[in-house]
């Protein structure tokens, strides 16, 4: 790996050697996935005819109505799905078992899958998200969108009769305090992760499963996934993760100490869904009394933290609003899970960092940790797998992975990957490291001179090799244009990408507010890989300064596609070098600030302060032709907002970057060869 931490606060940390049941024995393995194949080679094929072709049993039974008591006596309800023979009888064979843990309502899950597998309805359903392709028309994103069923996520996050009837059980919970299950919803606090591991307990002792469990999920309840596995139930043989998060406050709660307005917006949801009756069992819950108990715990709690996100919002004077022992309890303590992992990323997901970060942290050798990274969203994830190029579909790769570490089936998952990315720009790849080999800590510094290629922008400066020569200062006021972007796109989960182009594949919309710096064009595909830091020396009118970042692939057309991005308010400043990460040569990669409350730093007015802005880690290669920019923006709104408070110290304000040799304002980045050699030709001209 190109990271490290502060040398001046790095600490050894011992991995910890696979239990004996984990480990890979020598029996050899008769696959022939060649190394760097991100379509899986020969194997995938193999695990693709594996879930494709006739299975193991024709049938399944699914109970709708089984209750599971906590240890504090609050009941959770689940759906117990059991392979069946022909005649629909239940088989008695104990299996292992597939829990997923969600709050979005099993009802909701029960109505997926039923319309799924309608004789007619379902059918048409899968052939069309297949078959349909309007790439490059103007319902591109539309299609991204529909192609998701075809790439296996529904398998994973609901109910996946397929998986049960080649020799699984799956159990799916409805998190506590919503569904039909009782309780307080506690948003994966230490009570609900309990919950988790008095299931894998509950399910591991009953008579239908064979002792090992599995875990699966995606997005919340691949988050609960992990915070389950770093307990080490025994039980807990492997887990399946699509975009989970290991850390919630800098994914997307309060990204550079601004909130998301997507955070509400689902608080909201859930909320709504959890008052919701299971119409399956609703009839038995009012006959034998669990539906006057879930009623009651709903009034207990009619809205979950909707109160205390508005009075954080409108006061600041919640906690739960800046980074706080709340969130601390709820991140998943990633080094300690010792299960096999298997985790789906996108590098435009809600939970971008998470990507590749809850990979790095796994302290376990490559094979028995996995990561696939693709290019999109959070709700277009496993869109276009399967295909020609592409890496297997999610629910072929769950299967595999579930077969080799619950069954013990020596089928070759474990020398897929490690790590298998879709590169922005470029094409899907497979390989041992994230960042890529190839790249190596590389300085842009932004300066006043105009590029010729940004004349829509604000200003449109240069990004070079050396600094600005004078002092300057860029004016910029804060707008709108946010709305129609990219980071529009990653705040709605990617809904909004059917929308245009301008929401997902060009941000020249978005540049008429911004302050562009741009590089000159390389001369040979180079890549980008990893994480990014952008140093600004900025100034305010006011008190308080809302700075958001993109970095963009420019076309020689001009288009302009952003590779990643990030924000923070000035106040947010002060940085937590012992969390942050460092290239080999000290360069800063990944700017950690504390966001708390009481390390926020005063914002002088009309006086530069020096700010670091963490942008997401990413992957992405500049074709020859191709140039670099970074956008500097005074806000983006709805992804990035501003507490009341904040607003009113900078009610008024009027941002400026300020470019100066003595404090030059830089891009640190990991790129290669051509960018480098590009700029040096560029400046010796």
Not at 287 to 296: D, E
Not at 312 to 335: K, Q, S, W
Not at 364 to 387: A, F, N, T
């Amino acid at each position: 790996m190109t990271y490290q931490l502060d040398p001046a606060e790095r600490r050894a940390r011992p991995v910890p050697s696979p239990l004996p049941s984990q480990r890979i024995t020598e029996a050899p393995h008769f696959g022939t996935l060649p190394l760097g194949d991100p379509t899986g080679g020969a194997d995938a094929i193999r695990w693709r005819e594996q879930v494709d072709g006739k299975q193991l049993y024709p049938r399944v039974v699914i109970d709708r109505d089984v209750s599971i008591t906590m240890s504090d006596g609050v009941i959770l309800r689940a759906t117990v799905i059991r392979p069946a023979n022909r005649f629909g009888q239940t088989v008695l064979t104990p299996y292992p078992a597939i829990i997923n843990i969600n709050p979005y309502n099993r009802a909701a899950i029960d109505f997926v899958d039923q319309a799924l597998h309608a004789p007619v309805l379902g059918k048409a359903l899968h052939t069309a998200s297949a078959s349909i392709d309007a790439t490059g028309t103007a319902l591109e994103g539309l299609t991204t969108l529909t192609q998701t069923l075809s790439g296996g996520v529904f398998d994973v996050f609901g109910i996946n009769r397929n998986l049960v009837r080649s020799g699984y059980v799956q159990v799916v919970v409805d998190v506590r305090g919503t569904g039909a299950s009782h309780g307080k919803w506690q948003i994966l606090g230490p009570r609900e992760q309990q919950d988790s591991v008095e299931i894998i307990d509950w399910v591991a002792e009953q008579e239908w499963c064979d002792g090992t469990v599995g875990l699966a999920g995606w997005s919340y309840s691949a988050i609960n996934s992990l915070q389950a596995a770093d307990k080490r139930p025994p039980q807990l043989k492997a887990v399946f993760a699509v975009e989970g998060c290991d850390d919630i406050v800098r994914d997307i709660y309060i990204t550079g100490g601004m909130p998301s307005a997507f955070i509400p917006v689902w608080l909201s949801a859930v909320n709504m869904l959890k008052w919701v009756p299971n119409p399956a069992n609703i009839v038995r819950d009012i006959v034998s009394g669990h539906a006057l108990r879930w009623a009651i715990d709903r009034v207990k709690s009619p809205a979950t933290e909707i109160p205390s996100l508005l009075w954080g919002f409108l006061t600041a004077r919640d906690t739960r609003i800046f980074d706080d022992p709340y969130f601390d309890e709820r991140d998943p303590i990633v080094d300690r899970i010792e299960a096999p992992t298997f985790t789906v990323g996108a590098w435009h997901d809600l939970f971008g960092r998470s990507a590749t970060g809850v990979y790095e942290r796994l302290r376990m050798e490559p094979g028995r940790k996995q990561m696939i990274v693709g290019d999109g969203y959070h709700l277009d994830v496993g869109s276009g797998y399967g295909g020609k190029f592409a890496p297997p579909r999610l629910d072929v790769l769950e299967r595999a992975w579930f077969d080799r570490w619950l069954k013990g089936h020596r089928n070759g998952v474990e020398f897929y990957g490690p790590v298998t990315m879709l590169q922005q720009g470029g094409a899907w790849t497979a390989g041992q490291n994230f960042p890529r080999p190839g790249v190596a800590p590389t300085r842009l510094y932004l300066t006043p001179d105009t590029s010729s290629t940004a004349d829509h922008a604000v200003h449109d400066g240069t990004l070079g090799s050396t600094p600005a020569q004078s002092v300057s200062s860029l004016h910029i006021r804060p707008d709108t244009r946010g709305l129609r972007s990219r980071d529009m796109t990653q705040v709605t989960a990617g809904a909004t990408m059917i929308l245009g182009a301008d929401f997902a594949k060009d941000a020249r919309f978005q540049e008429r507010g911004a302050l562009s710096f741009t590089t000159a064009p390389v001369l040979e595909a180079t890549p980008v890989s990893g994480a990014m830091n952008l140093r600004l020396n900025v100034a305010t009118t006011a008190h308080e300064a809302i700075w958001a970042v993109t970095v963009n692939d420019v076309a020689p057309d001009g288009t302009s596609t952003v590779l990643t991005n990030g924000a923070l308010s000035a106040s947010n400043r002060a940085l937590d070098r012992s969390k942050s990460t460092y290239a080999t040569d000290g360069s800063l990669l990944s700017a950690h600030h504390y966001l708390s409350h009481k390390r926020k730093l005063p914002v002088p007015a009309d006086e530069p302060v020096r700010i670091d802005v963490d942008l997401v880690p990413t992957d992405a290669v500049l074709q020859p032709g191709h140039r670099l920019r970074v956008d500097v923006y005074a806000a983006s709104l709805p992804r990035y907002l501003t507490v009341v408070p904040d607003l009113i110290k900078a009610r008024g304000r009027k941002q400026r970057l300020v470019l100066d040799p003595a404090h030059p304002s830089y891009l640190t980045l990991l790129a290669g060869e051509g960018l480098r050699s590009g700029l040096e030709d560029a400046a010796s001209i």
